[in-house]
């Protein structure tokens, strides 16, 4: 990484904020860390800053009382968005699975995927229910942010390598 490209992480909650700034430092990037609005906006506005995380916004439907009232509305429309992300990710990803396999394993293979994906899905829905009674639904949806975080670094570093690794010989 150069040093221009540099990632902006804002959050007011110290460990939460360390976790996804040392994620990322093991990724090889450079990180600038803010603890609440005002920093993280001379931060976000700095030159360099090639992507903002902004973990606040739940905490400023909280605390904010203008935003009550539009609390649903505001959390419908990221629902919205990481909605859309799930496609704009899944769409060429099966796309690329679909046209580099052969027709006699394909069926097979997209049943696995399938399979293993239901199968997975379960378990952090199960999990996320037992976690926020035990240590508080805030906490939890941090967790799985950072457990979020730590898969987004892993591909984006090692997904070169297994798209290299199994593209067709032009």
């Known amino acids: 990484m150069t040093s221009t490209n540099r990632i902006a992480v804002i959050e007011d909650e110290a460990p939460i904020r360390r976790g996804v700034a ?9 990180v600038a860390e803010a603890a609440d609005g005002a920093r993280g906006l001379e931060e976000a506005n700095r030159p360099g800053i090639t992507l903002v995380l902004l973990a606040s916004v739940p905490a400023a439907l909280r605390h904010v009382e203008a935003v009550h009232a539009y609390t649903r509305w505001v959390t419908a429309g990221f629902s919205l968005l990481l909605g859309l992300e799930f496609g704009l990710l899944m769409i060429p990803a099966l796309s690329y699975l679909m046209e580099n396999t052969s027709d006699d394993v394909r069926g097979r293979i997209f049943s696995l995927l399938f399979m293993v994906v239901n199968g997975v899905t379960a378990v952090p829905v199960l999990l996320t229910a037992a976690l926020s009674d035990w ?13 979020l975080v730590a898969a987004g670094g892993l591909v984006v570093r090692y997904a070169r390598r297994v798209f290299e690794a199994g593209a067709p010989p032009r």
């Open 22 to 30: 040392d994620v990322l430092r093991a990724s090889g990037y450079e």
């Open 135 to 147: 240590f508080g639904i805030d906490r939890v949806i941090a967790g799985l942010g950072l457990v």
